[in-house]
Nanobody, 122 residues
Framework: QVQLEESGGGLVQAGGSLRLSCAAS????????LGWFRQAPGKEREFVAA????????YYTDSVKGRFTISRDNAENTVYLQMNSLKPEDTAVYYC???????????????WGQGTQVTVSS
């Protein structure tokens, strides 16, 4: 059982930056691919970014390419999401997830954090 805890959310003005962190309890953290998803009010949960177990491969949804960067530190059991040039439409609860494959399909992730709120004001 992997426990994930997100942090780093908050309120930021459009054009600003935030870095989300997700700490895992599992010592075998490096065995898992990791993903970030988000859910805005009234909308379905959507894929944001994913990273392979080694960190050598990363994937992004089109709307965040060039603005967001996913990375991981296997020694610290932590995955990060650096978010730059934030837009009001990025406002959502952001979730990290762990699974066997780095994919945009949320059903492939077995473990989820509780989420952290990101609010971008215009």
């Amino acid at each position: 059982q992997v426990q994930l805890e997100e942090s780093g959310g908050g309120l930021v003005q459009a054009g600003g930056s935030l870095r989300l962190s997700c700490a895992a309890s599992e010592r075998t953290f490096s065995r898992y691919a990791l993903g970030w998803f988000r859910q805005a009010p009234g909308k379905e949960r959507e894929f944001v970014a994913a990273i392979s177990r080694s960190g050598s491969s990363t994937y992004y949804t089109d709307s965040v390419k060039g603005r967001f960067t996913i990375s991981r530190d296997n020694a610290e059991n932590t995955v990060y999401l650096q978010m730059n040039s934030l837009k009001p439409e990025d406002t959502a609860v952001y979730y990290c997830a762990a699974g066997s494959i780095a994919t945009k399909a949320f059903r492939n992730y077995a473990y989820w954090g509780q989420g952290t709120q990101v609010t971008v004001s215009s």
